[in-house]
Structures are given as structure tokens and as C-alpha cells.
């Protein structure tokens, strides 16, 4: 009988135990699958209008440029300026070998005798004719003679100041030196010996996209930036459209034109030039919710269905960065929930839970 009693505590405390465990492996499963459900926040996106800011890589070049050089081959005797100096319009700049002034300036003298003594005869001539001690034929001869010494000295006149004006060269324009090719003592040969820009407003040569051609108008403005200048920008104005594309770069070409005031912008210099091409509705999203996939550049947003609580994973075009938010450019419908939190659990098709 006492066995028996000791037999049915020991099968009840089996049971028990055994009702226990089971019990307590349903919760653990219920509790894994709880947890298996990710929690996210979404916030809701729409459309909004976005000034459209075009940045482009920009070349200054200058707004004009004069080859300096002799009209024929001369030693030169002097120059007054070297490259990266700036000159003044009626600067002297190059002094040539004056060699050959001297015997022009003879010609020339010679020809202002001739034409002289040409002179006195036409008018004897004219005064015999006048009192019949002469003939017309004579007078006739005579005003040939005077037209043709008359034609001599203005060739010899234009000669000599050609000389002179290639024996002392100056600066047609003011501007920066940006070339000198020859120093003192050379000849001079096919290159100039110096070219001045004029960068008193310069030119600031821009390449744009057939697509964004259309919104680029003369005289909308524009903001130029450069390394060198830091956070510091200059104004700048479109002044020419190309109207027609490079085949090389499948692009066309942009002048914008700056006073340069200061001078501080140089030929050669590279910067970036930014224009509003207007607004367009876009939607916009924080930039928290966008993913970026590893091993490649495109970008993600998880968006949330309420339906059956599950999230796609939209694949999206970004535009600009709006501070702490994103333009889209394609991608995700105004309106749709976008996941902003949770996103390292989560896969196309996941089932989640919203964060309360």
C-alpha cells in the first residue's frame, strides 16, 4: 500500500513536469516569433517644389586676346614686361632695332624733293600755257608727272610709319600678359612676341546636356565658385548658348560673363558654376531613408504597405541633398510611407511592425 502511494506522487510529479515543459517551449517559440517580425518608423513623403540647381565644371578664359608682334622679321632691342604682368592700353611694351628708320626717313625725304621740284616746273608750265609760250600737251605731261611724285611720297610716308610704329610696339588693350615668347636680342619669327588677355570681364565657358539646353536662357544669372577662393562666390551672367553640340562630348557650350572687378579670376583657372534651371515638382524624402547597396552605387528606399505590412525595396534616382532631406527624382509615389528607422533587419517583402 505504501509502495503504491510513492508510485502515483512520483507519476503525478512527472507529468507535471513534463505539462511544464512543454509549456514553456510554445512561449518560446511564440516569443521567437514575435521577435522575428521587425519594428521600423516610416514617415509619410510627398511632392513639394524644388529649385532645380544646375552645377557644372567651369573654365575661365579671357574676354579678349592681341598677339603682340612686328610686321616683319626684326632683332628686338628691348622688352618691358614678362608674363603674369599687367598693362595698361598705350603701355610701351617691346622696342625693335631701329636700323631701317633712318633709311625710310631718307625716302621719304628724297620723294618730298621731287615732288617739289615737280611742282615748281607743273606751275612754269601752267604760266607759259597761260601766255602761249607753251603747249597743253606739255601742261598734261607735267600734272602726270606731279600725281605720280604726289604717290611716291605717301608710299614712302606709309612706309616709314609702318617702321616706326613696328620699332616701338604697345598695348592695344589693357590687360595680363599670359605669353612671352622671345627675350632681347632675338629675332622675331612666326610666334608673337607676347599676347595680352583682356580679363576685364572674362569669360567663364560652361558644358551643358541637350535635355537641360532648353531651361538656359541669355542673361539668366549665375554664382561661380573656386577652390582657391573658398566659400567665396562671384556673379556671372549668360551671354551665349552655342546653337549647336560638340560631337566629341555630346554636350554644348556656355558662356557666362563676370566684371572680374578685382581681377581675381585668371585665364585657366577651373571652378564651378551653379544655375537655377527653375522648379519642378519632385517628392522628397529624409535622408535617413535612403539605403545605399554595397558594392554598387545606386540607392534604396523601403517603402511600407499597410495592407499586408510588408516593405518593398524601391530602387530610386537621387537629386540634390536638401540639408537633412533628399530630392527624388524617380522611386517612391508621393504619398507612400517610407521606412526612416530599422532598415538593417529588413528585405524586399518583409513583414514588419510599426514602431508605436
Given at each position: 500500500m505504501?509502495i503504491n502511494?510513492?508510485y502515483?506522487?512520483?507519476?503525478?510529479?512527472l507529468?507535471?513536469?513534463?505539462s511544464?515543459?512543454?509549456?514553456d517551449?510554445k512561449?518560446?517559440?511564440?516569443?521567437?516569433?514575435?521577435e522575428?517580425?521587425?519594428?521600423?518608423s516610416?514617415?509619410?513623403v510627398?511632392e513639394?517644389p524644388?529649385?532645380?540647381i544646375?552645377e557644372?565644371?567651369a573654365?575661365v578664359e579671357?574676354d579678349?586676346i592681341?598677339?603682340?608682334?612686328?610686321?616683319?622679321p626684326?632683332?628686338?632691342?628691348a622688352?618691358?614686361?614678362?608674363?603674369?604682368m599687367?598693362v595698361?592700353?598705350?603701355?610701351k611694351l617691346?622696342v625693335?632695332?631701329?636700323?631701317?628708320?633712318?633709311?625710310?626717313q631718307?625716302?621719304?625725304d628724297?620723294?618730298k624733293?621731287?615732288?617739289r621740284?615737280i611742282q615748281?616746273?607743273?606751275d612754269?608750265?601752267v604760266?607759259?600755257?597761260?601766255i602761249?609760250?607753251?603747249?597743253?600737251?606739255q601742261?598734261?605731261?607735267?600734272e602726270?608727272?606731279l600725281?605720280n611724285?604726289k604717290?611716291?611720297?605717301?608710299?614712302?610716308?606709309?612706309?616709314l610709319?609702318?617702321?616706326?610704329?613696328?620699332?616701338?610696339?604697345t598695348?592695344?588693350i589693357?590687360?595680363?600678359?599670359?605669353?612671352r615668347?622671345y627675350?632681347?636680342?632675338?629675332?622675331?619669327?612666326s610666334?608673337?612676341i607676347?599676347?595680352?588677355?583682356r580679363?576685364q570681364p572674362?569669360?567663364?565657358?560652361?558644358?551643358?546636356?541637350?535635355s537641360?539646353?532648353?531651361?538656359i536662357?541669355q542673361?539668366?544669372?549665375?554664382?561661380l565658385s573656386?577652390?582657391?577662393?573658398g566659400?567665396?562666390?562671384?556673379?556671372g551672367?549668360?551671354?551665349?548658348?552655342?546653337?549647336t553640340?560638340?560631337?566629341?562630348s555630346r554636350?554644348?557650350?556656355?558662356?557666362i560673363t563676370?566684371p572680374?572687378?578685382?581681377?581675381?579670376?585668371?585665364?585657366?583657372?577651373?571652378?564651378r558654376?551653379?544655375l537655377?534651371l527653375?522648379?519642378?515638382?519632385?517628392?522628397?524624402?529624409p535622408?535617413?531613408?535612403?539605403?545605399?547597396?554595397?558594392?554598387?552605387?545606386?540607392?534604396?528606399v523601403?517603402v511600407y504597405?499597410?495592407?499586408d505590412h510588408?516593405?518593398?525595396?524601391?530602387?530610386?534616382e537621387?537629386?540634390q541633398r536638401?540639408g537633412a532631406?533628399?530630392e527624388?527624382i524617380?522611386?517612391?509615389?508621393p504619398?507612400?510611407?517610407v521606412v526612416v528607422?530599422?532598415q538593417?533587419?529588413?528585405?524586399?517583402?518583409?513583414?514588419?511592425?510599426?514602431?508605436?
Amino acid at each position: 500500500m505504501k509502495i503504491n502511494y510513492f508510485y502515483s506522487a512520483a507519476l503525478c510529479s512527472l507529468c507535471l513536469l513534463a505539462s511544464c515543459s512543454g509549456s514553456d517551449k510554445k512561449e518560446e517559440k511564440n516569443e521567437k516569433k514575435t521577435e522575428a517580425i521587425p519594428v521600423v518608423s516610416v514617415e509619410t513623403v510627398g511632392e513639394r517644389p524644388v529649385d532645380q540647381i544646375g552645377e557644372y565644371t567651369a573654365t575661365v578664359e579671357p574676354d579678349l586676346i592681341n598677339n603682340i608682334s612686328s610686321s616683319a622679321p626684326n632683332r628686338i632691342k628691348a622688352i618691358y614686361v614678362d608674363e603674369g604682368m599687367r598693362v595698361s592700353k598705350g603701355q610701351k611694351l617691346v622696342v625693335m632695332d631701329d636700323v631701317n628708320t633712318v633709311s625710310y626717313q631718307t625716302q621719304v625725304d628724297n620723294a618730298k624733293a621731287n615732288l617739289r621740284n615737280i611742282q615748281l616746273n607743273y606751275d612754269r608750265a601752267v604760266e607759259l600755257f597761260k601766255i602761249g609760250g607753251g603747249t597743253k600737251q606739255q601742261v598734261d605731261q607735267m600734272e602726270v608727272q606731279l600725281i605720280n611724285a604726289k604717290n611716291t611720297l605717301a608710299s614712302a610716308e606709309r612706309t616709314l610709319r609702318n617702321v616706326q610704329e613696328n620699332t616701338v610696339l604697345t598695348a592695344p588693350i589693357s590687360g595680363v600678359v599670359t605669353a612671352r615668347n622671345y627675350d632681347p636680342g632675338d629675332m622675331t619669327g612666326s610666334l608673337p612676341i607676347l599676347t595680352i588677355a583682356r580679363v576685364q570681364p572674362v569669360k567663364v565657358v560652361i558644358n551643358v546636356t541637350e535635355s537641360e539646353l532648353s531651361h538656359i536662357k541669355q542673361g539668366m544669372p549665375a554664382t561661380l565658385s573656386f577652390d582657391t577662393y573658398g566659400d567665396e562666390t562671384f556673379s556671372g551672367t549668360v551671354t551665349m548658348v552655342a546653337p549647336t553640340v560638340d560631337p566629341g562630348s555630346r554636350t554644348f557650350g556656355v558662356e557666362i560673363t563676370s566684371p572680374n572687378s578685382d581681377g581675381r579670376m585668371l585665364p585657366g583657372m577651373f571652378g564651378r558654376a551653379t544655375l537655377n534651371l527653375g522648379t519642378r515638382e519632385r517628392v522628397v524624402v529624409p535622408d535617413k531613408a535612403v539605403v545605399k547597396q554595397q558594392g554598387s552605387g545606386n540607392h534604396y528606399v523601403y517603402v511600407y504597405n499597410p495592407s499586408d505590412h510588408k516593405v518593398s525595396y524601391n530602387q530610386v534616382e537621387l537629386g540634390q541633398r536638401l540639408g537633412a532631406e533628399y530630392e527624388l527624382i524617380s522611386g517612391v509615389e508621393p504619398g507612400s510611407q517610407v521606412v526612416v528607422s530599422g532598415q538593417t533587419r529588413l528585405a524586399n517583402g518583409k513583414e514588419v511592425k510599426l514602431k508605436k
